[in-house]
Antibody, heavy 127, light 110 residues
Framework: EVQLLESGGGLVLSGGSLRLSCAAS????????MNWVRQAPGKGLEWVAS????????YYADSVKGRFTISRDNSKNTLYLQMNSLKTEDTALYYC????????????????????WGQGTLVTVSS | QSVLTQPPSVSAAPGQKVTISCSGS????????VSWYQQFPGTAPKVLIY???KRPSGIPDRFSGSRSGTSATLGITGLQTGDEADYYC???????????FGGGTKVTAL
């Protein structure tokens, strides 16, 4: 069974930093793209960042570009999200999500879906 | 403002059919697979439809998906009170190099 377990959320002051982790199990971690998707209280889903299976290719939402860094350690089956210069608008539940298949350094970004989703870790940024 | 456009809410009597539209563009829905996600309050989203019209194991055939041009549709037949949830469409946008979602549609069984 595929499992994703996020950790690292918490309360932080505006301008502060947090690092989220996501421990993956039940699948060949290095052959799948991984993603972070967030959901502010009472709002819809917002994609945050994606990383290829090798970790070489990364993509970011404009709202976090330059402040957040997605990375992965395939030897530990773990996904990370380093969040710096946090703003109050970053307050949300952050989900770790398994993405599409990757092979030979390329991922099938457009031919994929997001499944499964972790249970989420809450990040609260206070002013 | 979401890249994909969904109605905020739809409703129908139990047993009836509802459809949820998702409108995009050639850089997303028009050239990439669409997936649909179901989310109950306080829980993580779950994939309901992938590759435009495929259902994962365990998803009843009351749920269906389709894509035409730059739009996609989720259909729910035989609506049940247990289907009351938020539904999101999602796809990869090749121009943005980003996952994009609709704003979500709340389904209510009247």
């Amino acid at each position: 069974e595929v499992q994703l377990l996020e950790s690292g959320g918490g309360l932080v002051l505006s301008g502060g930093s947090l690092r989220l982790s996501c421990a993956a199990s039940g699948f060949s971690f290095s052959t799948y793209a991984m993603n972070w998707v967030r959901q502010a209280p009472g709002k819809g889903l917002e994609w945050v960042a994606s990383v290829s299976g090798t970790g070489v290719t990364t993509y970011y939402a404009d709202s976090v570009k330059g402040r957040f860094t997605i990375s992965r350690d395939n030897s530990k089956n773990t996904l990370y999200l380093q969040m710096n210069s946090l703003k109050t608008e970053d307050t949300a539940l952050y989900y770790c999500v398994k993405g599409g298949y990757c092979s030979g350094g390329s991922c099938y970004w457009g031919a994929s879906w997001l499944d499964p989703w972790g249970q989420g870790t809450l990040v609260t940024v206070s002013s | 403002q979401s890249v994909l456009t969904q109605p905020p809410s739809v409703s129908a009597a139990p047993g009836q059919k509802v459809t949820i539209s998702c409108s995009g563009s050639s850089s997303n829905i028009g050239n990439n697979y669409v997936s649909w996600y179901q989310q109950f309050p306080g829980t993580a989203p779950k994939v309901l439809i992938y590759e435009n019209n495929k259902r994962p194991s365990g998803i009843p055939d009351r749920f269906s998906g389709s894509r035409s041009g730059t739009s996609a549709t989720l259909g729910i037949t035989g609506l049940q009170t247990g289907d009351e949830a938020d539904y999101y469409c999602g796809t990869w946008d090749s121009s943005l190099s980003a996952w994009v979602f609709g704003g979500g549609t709340k389904v209510t069984a009247l």
